[in-house]
C-alpha cells in the first residue's frame, strides 16, 4: 500500500512541475507581449525530474497494482483448467516472476551502487546524484519481488492471490 501511495505522490509531482512550467510559459508570453522581450521562466531540469518522477511512479506501482489485479494477465488459457492445475500454473508463474525480478533488482542494486561510486551526476541543468533516482527503482524492485514472493507462497498453500480475489470483487457493472 505504502509503495502505491509513494507512486501516486510522484504522480503528483509531475503534474505539479508540468502545471508550474506551463503557468511559467504563459507568463513569459505575457511578459513578451508587455515588454517585447521574454523574460525566460523556466523550472530548471524540469523534463528531468518529471522523467526521474515518472521512473519511480512506475517502479513504485508494480507491487501495489500486482496485489490489486491490475497487472496484465492471460486468463484465456488459464481459465480451461480445473482448479488444481490452475494453481500449479499460479505458482510457476509467480515463481517465475519472482526470479526474474530478483535478478533485475540484483542488478539494479548493482547498477545503483556504480553510480555511487563513480559519481555519476545527470546532464540537466541541475546535475543530480543519478543514485539518488536509481533508488526509487530499487525500492520499487524490491517491494515487486517481495510481493511476488508472498503470493507465489499464496498459491503453494492452496489460498487464492490476492490478485485473482481482485478479479472477483470488481463489479461488472461499473466498467464501460
Known amino acids: ?5 509513494a ?3 510522484f504522480l503528483v509531482a509531475i503534474a505539479a512541475i508540468v502545471l508550474g512550467q506551463v503557468g511559467l510559459n504563459i507568463a513569459d508570453k505575457f511578459s513578451e507581449l508587455l ?3 521574454a523574460a525566460g521562466l523556466v523550472i530548471p531540469s524540469y523534463a528531468d525530474f518529471t522523467g526521474f518522477f515518472l521512473a519511480a511512479a512506475s517502479f513504485l506501482a508494480l507491487a501495489y497494482t500486482l496485489r490489486h489485479g491490475a497487472h496484465i494477465r492471460v486468463n484465456l488459457l488459464i481459465q480451461r483448467f480445473g482448479p488444481r492445475t490452475r494453481r500449479w ?6 515463481a517465475a516472476g519472482a526470479i526474474f525480478a530478483g535478478y533485475f533488482t540484483w542488478f539494479m542494486i548493482q547498477l545503483m551502487v556504480e553510480s555511487y ?9 541541475v546535475a543530480v546524484p543519478i543514485w539518488i533516482p536509481q533508488f526509487t527503482l530499487v525500492i520499487g524492485l524490491v517491494v515487486l519481488t517481495i510481493a511476488l514472493i508472498d503470493t507465489c507462497l499464496t498459491a503453494l498453500r492452496g489460498e487464492t492471490p490476492s490478485y485473482v480475489a481482485a ?3 470488481t463489479d461488472p457493472s ?3
Open 35 to 37: 515588454t517585447g522581450q
Open 1 to 5: 500500500m505504502a509503495s502505491g501511495v
Open 167 to 169: 478479479e472477483f470483487e
Open 7 to 9: 507512486s501516486a505522490c
Open 174 to 176: 461499473d466498467e464501460i
Open 117 to 125: 561510486q563513480y559519481n555519476d551526476l545527470s546532464p540537466g541543468m
Open 89 to 94: 500454473i499460479e505458482v510457476w508463474c509467480t
